[in-house]
């Protein structure tokens, strides 16, 4: 059995908690730690068996019957936690950016080196199921060489400003996920981006330094071209798909959608929105990625997403960023770590 400690319980780290309970046995959650700590968050806690609820996160750390941290707290506080708790011979799952900074996310690779630790990063969209159906088309040569790929990423509705001034930028915080996913469907790194994008949604979001639409093009290593397009946006719901075309064919997924009831009728042939965000739409893979992780402590294997996973995504955000501005493309190489 690993012993969980859970450090941050904001919106994120409630679903681990919850996921863990509810659905992984081989785990249970013994602690949980937030700054903001309050009585009902404690009386939420107590009623998933969870006793031990501080405001001091170091009270987990110290804690020699916890196996494992999940870090679900703000992401300036990810890379550091992350070394305090590979220094107390913890375990991580850490949210995704291990950490704006790519110093940052070194400094916590270099305490990681030599240690006998799992380290595992939260790109949950790996452990989708029609994602992953994508990618065992690819990897077993389904559609020959793969040579497009479209990834299409936009949000039912922009985030509160408060959140956008920390967040990072779109290219951080939204199209992280979908750098991520790029490498991962067609196993490749990234060699060049290029970038257009613009304020469009929500003028508050350009007021901060912030851009809510883009157009990414991509060369990838393997010589697949890629195109992202996000959205901050989509009145219709949480829009989630990919395609890729290859030498052999085409793979592509849609919309996980309430039901795939159509109604037609006088007025119309009408059907369902798609699933009406992240929460709804990846909640089977957050429990997948958390059932991952602690197979991987329980078998002593590596984990499917780790640090490198990481910092890979965070240099392809910085490229983006300098692209961009810069109005040109940029290869990866020119982001020095």
């Avoid at 965000?277 to 197979?295: H, Q, T």
């Avoid at 997403?305 to 955000?317: A, E, R, T």
Wanted: hydrophobic fraction near 40%; include cysteine; aromatic fraction near 6%.
């Amino acid at each position: 059995m690993i012993r969980v400690g859970i450090i941050g319980v904001g919106r994120i780290g409630r679903l681990h908690t919850e996921n863990i309970c509810y659905n992984v046995p081989m785990a249970k959650v013994v602690s949980i730690a937030d700054p903001f700590m309050s009585e009902d968050t404690e009386k939420w806690a107590n009623n998933l068996g969870i006793t031990k609820c501080y405001k001091d996160y170091n009270n987990i750390l110290n804690d020699k019957e916890v196996d494992a941290v999940f870090i679900c707290s703000s992401t300036n506080t990810h890379a550091p936690i992350s070394i305090e708790a590979i220094e107390a011979h913890k375990h991580v799952f850490c949210e995704k950016p291990v950490d704006l900074s790519i110093e940052k996310i070194v400094e916590v690779m270099e305490v990681l080196k030599h240690k006998d630790i799992k380290y595992q990063v939260g790109f949950n969209r790996r452990f989708d199921h029609n994602f992953k159906a994508v990618r065992d088309a690819v990897a077993n040569n389904k559609i020959g060489d793969p040579h497009i790929m479209r990834i299409t990423s936009r949000d039912p509705a922009p985030p509160p400003i408060e959140y956008v001034k920390v967040s990072g930028g779109l290219f951080l915080d939204m199209t992280i996920h979908d750098f991520d996913m790029a490498r991962y469907l067609v196993d490749s790194d990234v060699k060049e981006i290029f970038v257009q994008a613009d304020v469009l949604v929500d003028d508050a979001i350009g007021e901060v330094g912030d851009v809510d639409t883009a157009i990414v093009s991509m060369k990838m290593e393997n010589g697949t071209l890629a195109i992202i397009e996000n959205s901050r946006k989509a009145v219709y719901g949480y829009d989630q798909r990919v395609e890729i075309l290859g030498s052999q064919g085409m793979v592509g997924t849609k919309n996980d959608l309430p039901s795939t009831a159509v109604i037609s009728n006088e007025n119309g042939v009408t059907g369902e929105k798609p699933l009406h965000f992240f929460l709804e739409r990846y909640m089977d893979s957050f429990k997948k990625e958390v059932i991952a992780f602690v197979d991987a402590i329980n078998n002593d294997t590596p984990v499917p997403v780790d640090i490198n996973d990481g910092l890979k995504s965070v240099i392809i955000g910085m490229a983006a960023k300098k692209s961009l501005e810069e109005g040109r493309p940029v290869k990866i190489s020119e982001i020095k770590l």
